[in-house]
């Protein structure tokens, strides 16, 4: 299993805070919540839980920190694709 993080790198204000987003996924949500967990993020700041485009917005600081704790650099428009084919693997809610 893997833990992605896109170059996105999006300049959007966010609850107040201006800064560059990405996205943080993974293959399964056991291990992007793990993952999550583990590099500080708050579980409840989920992006569209329990669905194939699940995932975590990440500033550039949380991006730099995720991939020094393993995440694998994708591509935006890549990991997007991934997350398509993904769908077909999910059972529907």
Request: charged residues 30%.
């Amino acid at each position: 299993m893997t833990v992605y993080v896109d170059d996105m790198r999006r300049m959007a204000t966010v609850a107040g805070r201006k800064d560059r987003w990405s996205h943080l996924m993974a293959d399964t949500p056991e291990e992007l919540f793990a993952f999550a967990v583990a590099i500080g993020l708050n579980p409840e700041w989920v992006q569209k839980p329990g669905t194939y485009r699940e995932h975590f917005d990440v500033t550039d600081g949380i991006r730099r920190r995720a991939l020094a704790h393993g995440a694998v650099a994708v591509d935006f428009l890549e990991l997007g694709k991934w997350a398509r084919r993904r769908r077909a693997t999910l059972s529907p809610a």
